[in-house]
C-alpha cells in the first residue's frame, strides 16, 4: 500500500529557505505516469496549490510561488523535495505532499497524501 | 488562474439529509474536477474525480455532476462521519491546479 511521509524543520527563520522531503514507500516513485507534489494550507484556511514533478525531473510551479519554489526528485531513495525561499510569516502552513494522478490530457487529481507538516515561520 | 468559487461557505445539515454543494470555475474546465473531503488536523481525501467518477473505497451516498463551470457534489443520505469541509479543484491545465475556499458541513 503506497505512503507517503513528509519531513523537515517545523521551525523556519523569516528570510531563510524552508526544506521539505516526502519519501515514498510501498511503491517506485519511478513505475508510473503520476506526478508527485506539494501543497499547503495556512492554519485555518483553504489550500493552495505550489507545485509538481515527475520521475524525470519534469516539473511544473504555482506561478504565484515560482520564482522562490524548486521541487526535485531522488528516484534512488523514493523521494522529492521542496525547497521555498526568503520565507516570510505568510509562508507558515501545513505542507502536505501527495500524488498527482492523471486520467487525460490535463491536470491532475490528487488520490494520495501524507499526513502534513506544519512550518512555522518566526523568529 | 482559473477561479473556483463554492457555495455555501458553512452548511448546516442533520443525519439523513441531503446536502448538495456547488462549485462554479470562473472559465469552462470541461470535467477535470475533484472533490476532497478534509477533517479537522487531517490530509484532504479524494471522493470524485472528472466531476463524477467515484473514487474507490468512497460509500455510494457521494455522487458528483456537472460540466464547463458549474459543479455539485450530493451527499444523498448525511451520515455522522461526513461532518466535515470539502473541496473541490479543478485541472484543466496543468499549472496551476486550484481549489475552491471550501464547504463546512455542520451538524444542525
Known amino acids: 500500500q503506497l505512503q507517503l511521509q513528509e519531513s523537515g524543520p517545523g521551525l523556519v527563520k523569516p528570510s531563510e529557505t524552508l526544506s521539505l522531503t516526502c519519501t515514498v514507500s510501498g511503491g517506485s516513485i519511478s513505475s508510473s505516469s503520476d506526478y508527485w507534489g506539494w501543497i499547503r494550507q495556512p492554519p485555518g484556511k483553504g489550500l493552495e496549490w505550489i507545485g509538481s514533478?515527475?520521475?524525470?525531473?519534469?516539473?511544473y510551479y504555482n506561478p504565484s510561488l515560482q520564482s522562490r519554489v524548486t521541487i526535485s526528485v531522488d528516484t534512488s531513495k523514493n523521494q522529492f523535495s521542496l525547497k521555498l525561499s526568503s520565507v516570510t510569516a505568510a509562508d507558515t502552513a501545513v505542507y502536505y505532499c501527495?500524488?498527482?494522478?492523471?486520467?487525460?490530457?490535463?491536470?491532475?487529481?490528487?488520490?494520495?497524501w501524507g499526513r502534513g507538516t506544519l512550518v512555522t515561520v518566526s523568529s | 488562474d482559473i477561479q473556483m468559487t463554492q457555495s455555501p461557505s458553512t452548511l448546516s445539515a442533520s443525519v439523513g439529509d441531503r446536502v448538495t454543494i456547488t462549485c462554479r470555475a470562473s472559465?469552462?474546465?470541461?470535467?477535470?474536477l475533484a472533490w476532497y473531503q478534509q477533517k479537522p488536523g487531517k490530509a484532504p481525501k479524494l471522493l470524485i474525480y472528472?466531476?463524477?467518477s467515484l473514487e474507490s473505497e468512497v460509500p455510494s451516498r457521494f455522487s458528483g455532476s456537472g460540466s464547463g463551470t458549474e459543479f455539485t457534489l450530493t451527499i444523498s443520505s448525511l451520515q455522522p462521519d461526513d461532518f466535515a469541509t470539502y473541496y473541490c479543484q479543478q485541472y484543466s491545465t496543468y499549472s496551476p491546479l486550484t481549489f475552491g475556499g471550501g464547504t463546512k458541513v455542520e451538524i444542525k
Open positions: 514533478i515527475y520521475s524525470s525531473g519534469s516539473t
Open positions: 472559465q469552462s474546465i470541461s470535467s477535470w
Open positions: 501527495a500524488r498527482h494522478r492523471s486520467v487525460g490530457p490535463t491536470g491532475w487529481h490528487l488520490d494520495l
Open positions: 472528472k466531476a463524477s
